[in-house]
């Protein structure tokens, strides 16, 4: 195990790519920004040189709004590289059928066939242009991706404090920022209180960086290149977008949007492709793996044509709309569009995706980690029981604070519950905010702030000078102040969890304000009452004092000894509402829960029995922090089926759980806030965390963000991904056996000697259909809510099963059979090849097309039971596909273009009876998978 769970390299293969890109960086940032000249200049020079105070911020609003004309928001934005028309014109030359296709055009116009030169010349020009239409709308909704999740941050301008989007920075401004929090802009910090920053998304150093106000001496930088600072060198200044990973301090914003160095390196960040998902590579595969294929039967096609004595031109321009036509080269692009599209789809119903391939992942969880503050709860504390062991000396003995706002509880006062609330008043970061009218900060210290007035009591951190903090984090689990009275006499103030406290406190405060000696017995009350409390699904803090002689020296972690307990506040934190129904449905649907917890045991296992976690034996369902250490990766992995709770838990025992989970093959998605959950999320399949109420660094570690921090979007995720994949699979069967049904044909026909039943222009036109609209729009169809009834996938499960390959193959065979019927039924009554018969086949063919498109809407249900208008997007697609078929036969022009002509209604009308064959079997097979429940009805095995 590592000390420090930050730092653990979480993945080789990014770690590799990542290496690259910061060569390139590093050269960038060689480039001097404003924060190398800052960085060299004293607290008092910077505020000087930008016309600020470290206290109030920037004078007035007016100089605040002149500064943001001159500098411009604190945005990044990124540039459109190529013109539309540029990009449109490229994709005819990079695809090589387009190329062929061109040639064959051209080939025809030499040799007189004006007519095929102008209909291949318009097909082209049509296939080309919905293939660019798509994979514009592709890049697009991916960029929408981008803008979802904005930043903001605590400015102080004026002289007031206030939360907002990090935009509206600039230079001058003096701005806030604590654990867990995302930089806003490049800063020079004035202000630092153990703090330390994590900057490996610039520097790509994993260890935080210790930072301070002290000034840069330049002199000793005189060996650098030109002098310069190395960037990760320059320690009083604070990067725009890196992460606070400890403490908390005050900056003064000296560079902003692009003038900053992670502008710089966005810059060239955006020009760089993103990964392809896992998803997106196993299409481009079987997209090569089909072309390959089909090639070689093309080849064969062309080559048999040939020696049976066809033209060959003709034969050229069948194989290769037929290449255009069998190689799905829309495939990629549909799945990115249906991605990209559910993604927003996501967004709309409050979970923002911010990895493309977690879609894919999210229909597999079969383990969900859920840290309980902030995430099963709202984190939003009150205190509400208040415990002195002096006034009280009994654990049923509590003075409850529930008792409204404005209620009067002056009479309680005892010195030990005074000193009590007086430590929760020092040790305590929570400012006011004039313009929000309420307090920001941590939601603990906010809580007891706000029962200061109850007592008639006020806020006296002005009063003292705070000289020391030990700041709180997850894994120290306490918090300690240390000030100087006006007296100069100097106190520390400690609170934190009891289990942490109680072992160094060696005396108490009574009732009466005078310090007496821990008895064993008096330990074991507390012990008891704290117990009792945390019970209640209270989340209990301890609070404890010392005074020091007026030693100068530095405090330190473990020198804290010797302390006086003064008393215990519970604090309320109900579970949000929708918590309890969400993971009902989550433990129906196969996915075991776990929560992992920072509080303590019996709070965690109050909150849990409220929120229908299982716990039937505490014994054996929950495990603490303690008890962890002691564990060996194997033996967590033995025990972890049957718990459920993991309470006390550090960052550190976090991450081991999801690992030692992920190492027996549990697909993890892990939902927390805090930066205490960072690494866990980071380290599972899907890091989930709360967009309002959450951290910064959280929601940078995670690959979804919940934007109505609910965590019962977490099924509305899982939901869509599942449904997601389905529709993949939908649209794949539809354009497999419709490219399969193509290839067929012309095989079938060449390998009989019969003339071609479909010509080159008909061929392309039955591509735009496949690879178009009619296919996309199949990658919209709603999710079916059933989805979540079933088993999760396994992660190694094909998105082509052999189900999806056998329904294929039939729904081909059927479109294969039904079309050499009609062209054969039409040939033998003339026994010639006229433009009458090739129009039938066509038709017949196109009419398949679009019933086998509905078909596959739904793998299992009936179209019947899924509805005929639910999807508008493939009504519209497939009614515009057959008013265009329409066209194709009655419209003079088209008619010379396609080689049609008009059909009768009797026609058309005999075709959709041959045509609906292929649904009416379909609707049998799921009707008859239904019936008999098999496995094939979940299309997934089960895990
Ligand atoms: N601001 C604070 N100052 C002092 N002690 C605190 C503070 N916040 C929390 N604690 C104590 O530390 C304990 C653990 O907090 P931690 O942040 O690790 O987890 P958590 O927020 O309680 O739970 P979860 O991991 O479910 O979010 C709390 O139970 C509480 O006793
Ligand atoms: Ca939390």
């Known amino acids: 195990m590592s000390a420090n769970p930050f730092d653990q390299p979480l993945n080789d293969e990014t770690a590799d790519q990542e290496r690259e890109l910061l060569d390139a960086t590093a050269k960038i940032l060689s480039i001097p920004t404003s924060s190398l000249e800052y960085c060299t200049l004293s607290v008092d020079e910077t505020l000087r040189k930008l016309e600020t105070n470290g206290t ?117 401004d003096l701005v806030h920022f604590r654990i867990g929090d995302r930089i806003p802009a490049d800063l020079r910090i004035i202000e630092a209180v153990d703090l330390s920053i994590d900057e490996s998304n610039l520097t790509g150093e994993c260890e935080p960086v210790h930072k301070s106000s002290q000034a840069i001496n330049k002199e000793s930088f005189n060996d650098q290149p030109n002098s310069i600072i190395p960037i990760s060198d320059r320690t009083s200044i604070a990067y725009m977008g890196t992460l606070v990973k400890e403490g908390h301090g005050k900056g003064i914003v000296v560079g902003t949007g692009k003038n900053t160095s992670f502008g710089a390196v966005f810059d060239m960040m955006s020009n760089i492709e993103k990964p392809k998902t896992p998803l997106q590579l196993s299409m481009d595969k079987l997209g090569k793996d089909l072309s390959l294929f089909s090639f070689g039967v093309i080849g064969l096609i062309c080559f048999v044509g040939i020696l049976q004595g066809r033209s060959w031109l003709e034969m050229f321009q069948i194989s290769v709309s037929l290449a255009v036509a069998a190689i799905p080269e829309g495939l990629p692009i549909i799945v990115t569009v249906t991605l990209a599209l559910g993604v927003l789809r996501m967004a709309k119903r409050k979970a923002i995706v911010r990895r493309l391939p977690s879609v894919e992942t999210l229909g597999s ?78 939601p603990t210290d906010i809580a007891l702030l706000e029962q200061l007035p109850k007592f008639n009591m006020k806020d006296i951190r002005h009063t003292v000078k705070k000289v020391q903090e030990i700041p709180f984090n997850s894994k120290r689990k306490f918090m300690a102040t240390k000030v100087v009275n006006p007296d100069g006499v100097y106190t520390l103030y400690v609170k934190g969890a009891f289990e942490k406290m109680l072992g160094h406190c060696s ?91 920072g509080d303590s045991e ?169 690879d178009g609209p009619p296919a996309q729009s199949l990658g919209v169809e709603p999710v079916d809510h059933e989805v979540m009834k079933r088993p999760p996938r396994k992660r190694s499960d094909k998105i082509l099963t052999s189900s999806v390959l056998k329904r294929l193959v039939g729904t081909a065979t059927c479109i294969i059979l039904g079309t050499v019927y009609i062209f054969v039924k039409e040939m033998a009554e003339d026994g010639v090849v006229t433009a009458r018969d090739t129009t039938m086949t066509f038709t017949c063919f196109v009419f398949f097309d679009m019933f086998n498109a509905l078909a596959c809407r739904h793998n299992t249900k009936s179209i019947f039971e899924v509805g005929f208008f639910v999807n508008k997007m493939f009504n519209l697609a497939v009614g515009l596909s057959l008013l265009g078929q329409m066209c194709a036969i009655y419209i003079p022009f088209f008619q010379s273009v396609f080689k049609t002509e008009s059909l009768s209604l009797g026609d058309l009308l005999f075709l959709l009876l041959i045509s609906s064959s292929v649904f009416i079997f379909d609707e049998i097979r799921k009707y008859w998978i239904r019936r008999n429940d098999t496995d094939d009805a979940l299309y997934y095995s089960i895990v």
């Open 602 to 770: 019996n709070t965690a296992v109050n909150i849990a029995r409220q929120i229908g976690i299982p716990v039937i034996d505490p014994k054996l369902s929950v495990l603490s922090g303690d008890r962890l250490n002691e564990m060996t990766e194997d033996q967590l992995a033995n025990v972890i089926d049957h718990v459920n709770i993991f309470a006390r838990a550090t960052p550190e025992h976090k991450l081991n759980i999801v690992k030692a989970l992920r190492k027996r093959g549990d697909v993890v998605a892990m939902t927390g806030d805090g930066v205490n959950d960072a690494p866990a999320l980071k380290l599972a399949d899907i890091g989930v965390s709360m967009g309002r109420m959450g951290t910064d660094v959280a929601k940078e570690a995670s690959d979804m963000v919940l934007t109505d921090d609910d965590f019962s979007t977490i099924l509305t995720a899982i939901e869509e991904g599942k449904g997601i994949f389905n529709n993949i699979q939908n649209f794949l069967t539809f354009q497999l056996s419709t490219s399969i049904a193509a290839l067929s044909l012309i095989a079938l026909s060449t390998a009989f000697k019969l003339p071609n039943p479909l010509n080159a222009m008909q061929i392309l036109w039955i591509n735009i259909l496949m």
């Open 56 to 172: 109030t911020g920037l004078p007035t609003v007016a100089e605040a709004s002149r500064r943001k004309l001159t500098y411009g928001p604190n945005e990044i934005e990124i540039e459109e590289d190529e013109s539309l028309w540029k990009k449109f014109l490229s994709s005819f030359v990079e695809d090589r059928l387009i190329l062929l296709l061109i040639g064959s055009a051209v080939v025809s116009f030499f040799m007189g066939n004006i007519d095929d030169a102008i209909s291949i010349t318009l097909a082209i020009f049509i296939v080309v242009s919905v293939g660019f239409i798509q994979e514009y709308r592709s890049e697009k909704s991916l960029e929408a991706l981008n803008k979802l999740v904005p930043a903001e941050c605590h400015l102080i301008r004026c002289g007031q404090e206030s939360h907002v989007l990090a935009s509206n920075l600039v230079p001058g």
């Open 365 to 442: 969880v079969n383990v969900i980690c859920s840290d309980k503050t902030g995430t099963l709860t709202s984190n939003h504390m009150t205190a509400s029981k208040i415990w002195c062991l002096g006034s009280m000396d009994n654990k049923s003995n509590v003075l409850s604070l529930d008792k409204g706002k404005n209620s009067n509880l002056k009479n309680y006062l005892t010195d030990d519950v005074r000193e009590t609330l007086i430590i929760g008043n020092m040790c305590n970061n929570a400012s006011f905010s004039a313009e929000h009218g309420n307090y920001l900060g941590n």
């Open 507 to 597: 005396h108490y405060l009574n009732e009466k304000g005078k310090n007496e000696k821990l008895t064993a017995t008096q330990r074991e009350t507390i012990i008891e009452a704290a117990n009792a409390l945390a019970s209640e699904g209270l989340r209990t803090l301890a609070f404890a004092k010392q005074l020091l002689p007026d030693s100068p020296t530095l405090l330190t972690e473990d020198s804290i000894d010797d302390l006086i307990f003064t008393g215990l506040i519970g604090m309320n934190d109900p579970p949000r509402t929708t918590v309890k129904p969400a993971i009902e449905q989550l433990l129906q649907g196969g996915v075991h829960v776990i929560m992992i917890t």
